[in-house]
């Protein structure tokens, strides 16, 4: 049976072409940590989330350092109640990314992102973004419902796929740990 596009374009980036990451890689590292970008690098992946080739969509490119976030120890005298430097943030990096995004684009709403790449210093993600305020965008039945005010900031309340994954909302089964607990979540019905 004959595969389509979408399925090649998968298997390639399943086993890259190490020499043309590298070069990608030095590329992305010298340039801005929130790059605009023409169109997605990951088409397959892009349209599985929700990306469309039309006015309204767009695609960033996001840089992240890599390594534990932590609070930085303190360094002066000797009070022990300020000497914890547990981590501090309990979101994932996509998400973090999300965030960022979110922030530097105020007037656009992230839809998804996706992971391109890592290196040892950093890891890679692309957001696509909606603008809410574009015809094409409200007249769409498969993109309209972001137009309404429930879905504004989503990014920064968790409810992308990246922050809900990160809340602890994605388990399948029942006996898996839930954010809420299955006790609470129990009492909603009452």
Do not use: C
Request: proline share 3%; no cysteine; aromatic share 8%.
């Amino acid at each position: 049976m004959a595969k389509g596009l979408y399925h090649y374009l998968k298997q390639n980036w399943r086993k890259p072409d190490n020499e043309e990451v590298k070069s990608r890689m030095i590329k992305w590292r010298a340039s801005e940590a929130v790059v605009k970008v023409d169109k997605p690098l990951r088409l397959d992946r892009a349209r599985a989330l929700g990306y469309k080739a039309k006015k309204g969509f767009v695609v960033v490119r996001v840089r992240l350092l890599r390594g534990g976030r932590k609070r930085s120890r303190h360094t002066h005298g000797r009070k022990s109640r300020k000497q914890h430097v547990r981590k501090i943030l309990k979101m994932n990096y996509q998400w973090v990314a999300e965030a960022r995004v979110g922030k530097k684009f105020t007037n656009l709403e992230v839809l998804n992102s996706y992971f391109i790449g890592k290196d040892g210093k950093h890891y890679f993600f692309e957001v696509i973004l909606v603008d809410p305020e574009m015809p094409e965008i409200k007249t769409d039945r498969t993109t309209k419902w972001i137009v309404s005010s429930k879905h504004r900031a989503r990014v920064e309340r968790g409810l992308t796929s990246a922050g809900k994954k990160s809340r602890g909302l994605r388990s399948k089964s029942r006996d898996m740990k839930v954010r809420p607990s299955l006790r609470s979540w129990n009492r909603r019905g009452k």
